[in-house]
């Protein structure tokens, strides 16, 4: 009974938006030293207050992904900027990502954007017997950012049913191909795999196979890359014997 009545009264209340927002684009890579812009829209009739917070993905793309704060100050791989503003309504903002110290592998963040309240609504609310019966509701806007070392380099090896990524950049495999004999069969992948990492193959390489990577790079965009490997045993952690072999072509 008590909890219908809650819900009674929660329906009854003024609802405010702080969300009317639409972020583009929802992906952005950054190299070295420079910067890259997301552009914030208003979708609202009302101004708001928009706030950047910066989170750093731990193992992207793999089942144990999570985010932690990412440092601040000097140690920060990356500054937002501006980090807090004004949005007037239906207006919108070019905000800067922009690469502080480089970094050695490919490394993902994540740039959210949501409208808080203004500081003086904030400060109000938090003084000593002021209530409120507004209900707020934000919506967060989190923005992928893959920040580039200054001299990337991609670097695939295939171990036993394993494709491990030995280089610095992050490869958006798309398929992997298994040829034996001028007969190869085709595997849809579409996964991340970041400096590393590795992917289990979906299939076990024959060893007198071929084994071709379809890859995008995040700093060449929708452009195709392949590498063609021969399978190394399982057992064998050295680098790919024929490394010279190995050809990258755009598609």
């Given at each position: 009974?008590?909890?219908?009545?809650?819900?009674?009264?929660?329906?009854?209340?003024?609802?405010?938006?702080?969300?009317?927002?639409?972020?583009?684009?929802?992906?952005?890579?950054?190299?070295a030293?420079k910067?890259?812009?997301?552009?914030?829209h208003?979708?609202?009739?009302?101004?708001?207050?928009?706030?950047?917070?910066?989170?750093?993905?731990?193992?992207?793309?793999t089942e144990?992904?999570?985010?932690?704060?990412?440092?601040?100050?000097?140690?920060?791989?990356?500054?937002?900027?501006?980090?807090?503003?004004a949005?007037?309504?239906?207006?919108?903002?070019?905000?800067?990502?922009?690469?502080?110290?480089?970094?050695?592998?490919?490394?993902?963040?994540?740039?959210?954007?949501?409208?808080?309240?203004?500081?003086?609504?904030?400060?109000?609310?938090?003084?000593?017997?002021?209530?409120?019966?507004?209900?707020?509701?934000?919506?967060?806007?989190?923005v992928?950012?893959?920040?580039?070392?200054p001299?990337?380099?991609?670097?695939?090896?295939?171990?036993?049913?394993?494709?491990?990524?030995?280089?610095?950049?992050?490869?958006?495999?798309?398929?992997?191909?298994?040829?034996?004999?001028?007969?190869?069969?085709?595997?849809p992948?579409?996964?991340?795999?970041?400096?590393?990492?590795?992917?289990?193959?979906?299939?076990?390489?024959?060893?007198?196979?071929?084994?071709?990577?379809?890859?995008?790079?995040?700093?060449?965009?929708y452009?195709?890359?392949?590498?063609?490997?021969?399978?190394?045993?399982?057992?064998?952690?050295?680098?790919?014997?024929?490394?010279?072999?190995?050809?990258?072509?755009?598609?």
């Amino acid at each position: 009974m008590l909890l219908r009545c809650l819900t009674a009264l929660c329906l009854l209340l003024p609802v405010q938006a702080y969300a009317n927002l639409d972020v583009h684009p929802m992906r952005i890579h950054v190299d070295a030293g420079k910067a890259a812009g997301v552009r914030v829209h208003s979708q609202s009739a009302l101004p708001q207050y928009i706030r950047a917070t910066v989170k750093r993905v731990l193992h992207p793309g793999t089942e144990r992904e999570h985010e932690v704060d990412e440092a601040a100050g000097e140690a920060a791989a990356v500054a937002v900027m501006p980090s807090r503003f004004a949005l007037a309504a239906g207006g919108s903002r070019l905000v800067r990502v922009i690469a502080l110290d480089p970094v050695e592998q490919e490394t993902a963040l994540r740039v959210y954007f949501e409208a808080v309240p203004p500081l003086e609504e904030a400060d109000a609310a938090e003084a000593p017997g002021a209530a409120s019966a507004t209900i707020g509701v934000s919506l967060v806007w989190g923005v992928l950012v893959n920040v580039l070392p200054p001299q990337g380099r991609a670097a695939l090896e295939v171990q036993g049913d394993t494709l491990r990524n030995l280089g610095s950049l992050r490869l958006g495999v798309l398929k992997v191909e298994q040829c034996v004999a001028g007969d190869c069969q085709v595997h849809p992948v579409e996964r991340s795999v970041y400096p590393g990492d590795q992917l289990p193959l979906p299939f076990q390489p024959r060893a007198d196979a071929r084994v071709n990577v379809y890859y995008r790079l995040s700093r060449d965009g929708y452009r195709e890359h392949q590498q063609s490997l021969r399978p190394e045993p399982a057992d064998n952690v050295a680098p790919v014997t024929d490394s010279p072999d190995l050809h990258e072509e755009a598609a």
